[in-house]
């Protein structure tokens, strides 16, 4: 009983490193240098058609 006891334990400790490591991957991932681009066109992209919104009415056909 003791040794599963320990190896849970360890499995535990190990599976914190792993997603601490993840973590800071993903925060480095993010502010890597390079990515201000990228994320300030994904920032901009609900105001694309700021100039030319659509019209919340409808347009009746001409004939």
């Known amino acids: 009983m003791e040794n599963a006891s320990l190896l849970s334990q360890m499995a535990d400790n ?3 490193l792993a997603m601490f ?4 991957g993903a925060i480095l991932w993010a502010l890597r ?3 201000r681009e990228v994320h ?5 992209i609900p105001f694309r058609n700021e ?3 659509g ?3 409808t347009e009746e056909p001409k004939s």
């Open 40 to 44: 300030k066109e994904s920032a901009s």
């Open 51 to 53: 100039d030319h919104p």
């Open 14 to 16: 190990w599976m914190l």
């Open 55 to 57: 019209s919340s009415q």
């Open 21 to 24: 490591t993840l973590f800071v």
């Open 33 to 35: 240098p390079g990515s």
